[in-house]
């Protein structure tokens, strides 16, 4: 029924070219009319049981705009805009209804109305100043994917409670509703653990950090660091929630954990002192698969539960070179004992018991998809990273799988001429490659298809120090797979999308927001 009714719809009201709007990503449907509606102070907003995102609206029209309109429970004289739910709306469905006299805003939810009012502030003229025509239409909206996600690392460089809620309105006002969180790496350690205070007291801070392009292995001797308290993390999360985003920590293992293991040493297979890693790139000591190691790992997902209410949690499983466990006496035993083919089935073993135990405390478990070697765990999903390879094979068994391909999904490398580009991490993944991207392979067919769960832009931080740099890397990037995610790009109406970018740099530049020109000065 739903389709059929679409399919009116869409007839009724199909895109016009004449429509000068701005929206990223762009409506499904939008039906332009004649005239405008006049915001200003004036307009009542009647917000039902939607005070939170009411509050919203009207604090971001503040900021931006001057405009100070307000929020009032019963209907108004003068024109208004009406927050209003519809249960016989699909989730993530909306309708905006723009007329001279009103606007009118239909969603099943309060995370609808959110989304619909990020369109209505997107329509809203870049330059607008206490009073604002915005065009009349009637817009009908839902995305093609559940999952629209954005990474950011901030254990390479680390990044204030406020710059994170920065990012967090960034993802927001182009409609992503997954925010991941990587908290923990070899080069710092970011999360307040009370049961093992040496995580942050140690394991939080470098003494030195590597500098310049990666072949020339230079380093400074700064001691560079941070963390989150669990307060902080706790403000995080409740400012994601009211911004309908759910927040996905992830907390790597086997690899990538030199910095807890410089806290910990019992954690490593070899004796010694360790030290948190200066130097980008793989770290060989890894995890040792102890008893030790796996009741620490419990305690500090424990701890992690309690302060994340979404059911994922992220584990990584990615690069986790195997010498470490081949020069290991106690490995190759527990190899043996437990009937595994190869160091590679024990990383399976690893993370298979640690999806078990998470899915013991109401988790699902998310892992790169190195987590597909040496056998796949129960309800676990997989970010293909390597390539689209990973997803392919998790869709054809029957597993979620979350599209965020390194050459076309990565916003740490260039996007512009390397001669003229900040230091990057590497690689040329320009913002038209970005736009391109069809996050379903060719290689399903429509019964596996249905298991991409959406796709995800990464930033990674080796060499993002601060976060200027973090807005210049993801923009306009992240607003070209904002539009790939809701499932509204069009390959052959590319510049249609560039015009409203450059809308958007208007506002950029209103607010003070870096981002890149690159696209337009190729």
């Not at 039902?48 to 009032?72: R, T, V």
């Not at 309708?95 to 239909?106: E, F, R, T, W």
């Not at 817009?139 to 559940?146: E, L, Q, S």
Request: aromatic share 14%; with cysteine; proline share 5%.
């Amino acid at each position: 029924m739903r389709h059929l009714f679409l399919f009116l719809f869409l007839l009724l009201f199909s895109f016009s070219s004449k429509a000068q709007f701005s929206v990223i990503p762009k409506p499904l449907s939008v039906q332009p009319g004649e005239g405008t509606f006049t915001l200003s102070s004036e307009t009542p907003v009647i917000a039902g049981k939607f005070q939170n995102e009411a509050e919203y609206l009207q604090k971001h029209l503040q900021d931006e705009f001057q405009i100070a309109i307000h929020i009032s429970g019963k209907k108004s004289r003068h024109p208004s805009i009406l927050l209003q739910e519809n249960p016989n709306l699909q989730p993530n469905e909306y309708y905006l209804s723009v007329k001279q006299d009103g606007i009118a805003v239909y969603g099943k939810t309060s995370k609808e109305i959110f989304f619909a009012l990020q369109t209505l502030l997107q329509m809203l003229p870049a330059g607008a100043s206490r009073q604002a025509e915005i065009p009349v239409a009637q817009i009908h909206d839902y995305p093609k994917f559940g999952y629209r996600g954005m990474h950011l690392d901030v254990s390479r460089h680390f990044f204030t409670a406020d710059e994170v809620k920065r990012y967090l309105d960034y993802l927001a006002y182009f409609k992503f509703d997954k925010f991941h969180w990587h908290l923990t790496d070899d080069q710092g350690w970011r999360i307040e653990i009370k049961k093992y205070p040496k995580l942050t007291t140690a394991g939080a801070w470098r003494n030195g950090s590597q500098t310049g392009p990666y072949a020339d292995m230079k380093f400074d001797t700064i001691r560079y660091g941070g963390f989150y308290t669990q307060e902080e993390i706790l403000d995080v999360v409740r400012y994601a929630q009211k911004l309908h985003i759910d927040v996905i920590p992830e907390i790597e293992m086997p690899g990538h954990e030199m910095a807890a293991i410089a806290a910990y040493p019992e954690l490593s297979c070899t004796k010694g002192t360790f030290e948190v890693r200066k130097e980008w790139g793989v770290e060989e000591n890894i995890l040792c698969p102890t008893e030790y190691t796996f009741k620490f790992l419990e305690n500090v997902l424990d701890e992690v539960i309690r302060l994340f209410p979404y059911e994922y949690i992220h584990i990584g499983g990615d690069e986790a070179p195997k010498t470490s466990w081949k020069n290991s006496s106690f490995c190759q035993e527990l190899i043996q004992k437990l009937k595994l083919k190869d160091e590679h089935g024990l990383q399976s073993y690893f993370i298979k018991r640690m999806g078990k135990y998470l899915n013991s405390k109401g988790k699902k478990i998310i892992g790169w998809n190195e987590i597909l070697e040496g056998g796949l765990a129960p309800n676990a999903t997989v970010m293909s990273w390597t390539g689209e390879e990973g997803g392919i094979e998790a869709a054809k068994s029957g597993h979620k799988a979350i599209m965020t391909p390194v050459a076309t999904n990565y916003f740490d490398h260039y996007q512009g001429d390397p001669k003229t580009e900040p230091l990057a991490f590497g690689g040329y993944t320009t913002l038209q490659k970005v736009y391109q991207y069809q996050p379903v392979p060719k290689e399903l067919n429509a019964s596996e298809a249905q298991y991409i769960w959406g796709t995800q832009g990464n930033v990674w931080t080796e060499y993002i120090p601060d976060f200027p740099q973090v807005e210049y890397m993801i923009f306009p990037r992240m607003m070209a797979l904002s539009e790939v995610a809701w499932g509204t790009s069009d390959t052959g109406q590319y510049q249609n999308f560039l015009q409203r970018v450059q809308t958007h740099f208007k506002r950029f530049d209103r607010l003070g927001i870096r981002y890149s020109k690159a696209a337009f000065t190729q």
